[in-house]
């Protein structure tokens, strides 16, 4: 295409005709009709005026011709090339120079390079050819990009600038007639009706065939997997043509394994089934999305556990009986604190004042009122902790009724890590990766591991166990156990944890488009639910009516009860301190005068002999005690005699200084 100024196609053209008057009349051998030559003709025509012109710059220049030898070139031992007659041209890097820096107009359009050595604004047409005809869809130009508008029109303005270069309809062709006159961009791989189908590889299994089996009334093949295959299919916008094939005698599970790597030995285009989705796997074929998740887990015979006469410890755990047993204490003796002073249930001797701190707080779990408080803080202290206790009693009896009626099963193993550290052997599924994973990554030793052909196997096998020449345990993937749980199998449960995360997906060949197409396939029945229809229609599970209640999921722990002790203690520890105020403000009232008044009150506060008078901050420990463990009653009946005692010596004083007093007694 001519350059792209518009003032360059005048000239464009008049180039045009005149190479074509000279092209014709220059042929030596002429063909009725037409010349014929193409676009690569006309760039040679402008590579050879370049070189001519950058020549004719360069000898002008005062450049000379002339060449020398070139020490990089050696002749090699043998060799009958004779590279070191070859010259190199001296002046080379400054012809290359005035080749860059020519600038003119030729056939194929503006002939200039950048600093980069690289055309300014070069531009294509961009075709659409279809059988022998061709159609321009739009331009190409490094400084438009695709375009619809031609870039004559858009040089010389900002890309995102002009109208019509900020228009959608510039950043796209016009619509690509793709072959079979279908405008629909194919998606890569489209299968033609007359096509080879797929050949796809089914596991022939003899064991858990909901999963994947072998049809015989028609020939085929049915299953779980064969179904979610067929769905993610049906989603796909193009046929694919497929035929099954069995891989596998029937008579035991095939090795999968082996099964991957006849298809990436081109042996099958794809396998379909409970194929686990593994690193070692993954290396050799690509996989769709995971369409089942899977994991291994470990199965094994469960037995009823012995009662136990310890069995009412059990609904708490440790810490949850240590607590507890803290809070009787702590809210006993805040409410002996509380009612001491004013209750004489809670007088008397140390031992027994010990013994009702104890009787107290225990009578609160039998009889809700417990001891008769008259304190205000004691109640409210009380109140909140009849509701700790009537929530730790009400779980308590919950939690031991279920330990109790429910049947507990019990087994020796507890997940991977035992059934490791012992020597018992273990049962794996014939065909399974699972043999390859303890012996490669467990390290467990293989002499350990019995291959178990059928369901019927794992039962016997778990039934024996490993003395009567069984296996302590089953290591297999989850959805498999789910199935052979299911079947009315309940004297067996896993223990522990899957100590493996995978998945089962749909192996094809590398860089097959398939397995992206079908993985989105596959997304796509899990949203609308599809992918669950299926599940219920194969693997419908029956529920086992014998619970298998591990004892510590029912033992209750600190953490489901903290709140309720925080806000116990924080009454108590409030309660206390309101207390301490009180009998603080009481006893600074209280404290004794100097020299006494002869009137017996300092005395009625200190019961023992009288003491020289003391200020109240050298007041000891022991009288504050005497002080604490007086009746309330008794308090306030001081506090009142001394009102009445300070009131009658101020009115004494009073009449005594007055002057009628004075004068009447001088008269006297």
């Given amino acids: 295409m001519c350059g792209s100024l518009q003032t360059g196609w005048l000239l464009c053209w008049i180039l045009w005709c005149q190479f074509m008057k000279r092209w014709n009349d220059g042929l030596e051998y002429k063909k009725p009709g037409p010349a014929l030559f193409n676009s690569y003709a006309l760039y040679a025509y402008d590579s050879v005026w370049l070189a001519a012109q950058a020549l004719e710059t360069f000898l002008n220049s005062n ?60 531009a294509y047409d961009v075709l659409n050819i279809g059988g022998n005809s061709f159609r321009r869809v739009g331009y190409w130009s490094n400084h438009s990009g695709l375009s619809i508008v031609a870039p004559e029109t858009l040089y010389g303005k900002p890309v995102n600038g002009s109208l019509n270069s900020n228009s959608k309809s510039d950043e796209h062709l016009y619509s690509i007639i793709w072959p079979g006159e279908t405008s629909e961009t194919p998606r890569g791989w489209v299968f033609p009706n007359n096509g080879k189908p797929l050949r796809i590889a089914v596991p022939n299994r003899r064991s858990y065939l909901a999963f994947v089996a072998k049809e015989k009334n028609p020939p085929g093949v049915r299953g779980y997997c064969i179904d979610v295959f067929e769905a993610a299919i049906n989603l796909l916008p193009y046929p694919v043509p497929r035929t099954y094939m069995l891989y596998g005698d029937g008579k035991r599970n095939p090795s999968y394994n082996d099964l991957v ?37 470990v199965v094994v015979p469960m037995k009823q556990a012995k009662s136990s006469p310890w069995a009412f410890m059990k609904p708490f755990t440790i810490q949850m009986w240590c607590v507890t047993g803290a809070f009787f204490l702590l809210v006993g003796s805040v409410v002996w604190i509380l009612e001491h002073r004013m209750n004489h249930e809670f007088r008397g001797p140390p031992s027994q004042q010990l013994i009702t701190i104890f009787w107290s707080n225990l009578l609160t779990l039998i009889f809700p009122e417990g001891e008769n408080t008259v304190s205000t803080l004691g109640r409210l202290v009380l109140i909140i902790w009849l ?34 550290a012992s020597t018992e052997p273990i049962g794996v599924q014939d065909g399974s990766f699972a043999w390859n994973y303890l012996v490669d990554e467990l390290n467990i030793a293989a002499s350990r591991l019995v291959t178990l052909k059928t369901q019927e ?49 749909f192996a094809f060949q590398r860089d097959s488009p398939l397995a992206v197409d079908l993985s989105t396939a596959i997304l796509q029945l899990s949203e609308n639910g599809d992918l669950q229809k299926i599940h219920n229609k194969w693997l419908l599970r029956s529920e086992c009516t014998d619970s298998l209640n591990p004892v510590d999921e029912n033992r209750l722990s600190l953490s489901s009860f903290w709140g309720f002790f925080l806000i116990c203690g924080v009454s108590c520890l409030l309660a206390l301190l309101v207390f301490s105020c009180r009998v603080y403000t009481q006893y ?42 007086r009746k309330e009653t008794e308090i306030k009946e001081i506090l009142k005699r001394k009102h009445s005692h300070n009131s009658h010596d101020s009115k004494r004083t009073h009449h005594s200084g007055s002057p009628s007093d004075d004068a009447g007694g001088a008269h006297a």
């Fill in 63 to 122: 450049g000379t011709v002339s060449y020398s030898n070139d020490p990089k070139l050696r002749d090699v031992n043998g060799s009958t090339l004779h590279l070191s007659s070859l010259r190199v041209f001296d002046g080379g890097q400054k012809y290359l120079d005035t080749l860059l820096t020519t600038n003119f107009t030729g056939l194929s359009g503006e002939v200039q390079f950048d600093s980069d050595k690289n055309f300014i604004h070069p």
């Fill in 261 to 297: 790597n006849a298809v990436a030995l081109n042996e099958y285009d794809a396998a379909v089934g409970d194929v686990t989705i593994v690193t070692n796997r993954t290396k050799i074929v690509d996989f769709t999305q995971p369409y089942m998740e899977s994991g291994l887990v």
């Fill in 387 to 420: 509701f700790v206790v009537l929530i730790i009693n009400s779980s308590y009896t919950a939690s031991l009724k279920s330990i109790l009626t429910v049947q507990q099963l019990t087994s020796r193993i507890e997940g991977i890590d035992s059934l490791i």
């Fill in 457 to 505: 196997d794992y039962a016997t096998a778990l039934t024996k166990g490993p003395k009567a020449g069984g296996v302590a345990a089953i290591v297999d993937e989850l959805p498999y156990v789910e199935l052979f749980l299911s079947s009315a199998n309940c004297q067996f449960s896993t223990v522990g944890q899957e100590f493996t995360k995978s998945g089962w997906g």
């Fill in 588 to 629: 600074s009232r209280f404290s004794p005068h100097e020299g006494g008044d002869g009137d017996g009150e300092t005395e009625d506060i200190r019961p023992a002999t009288r003491a020289p008078r003391r200020s109240l901050r050298t007041t000891s420990f022991k009288d504050l005690i005497e002080f604490v463990d």
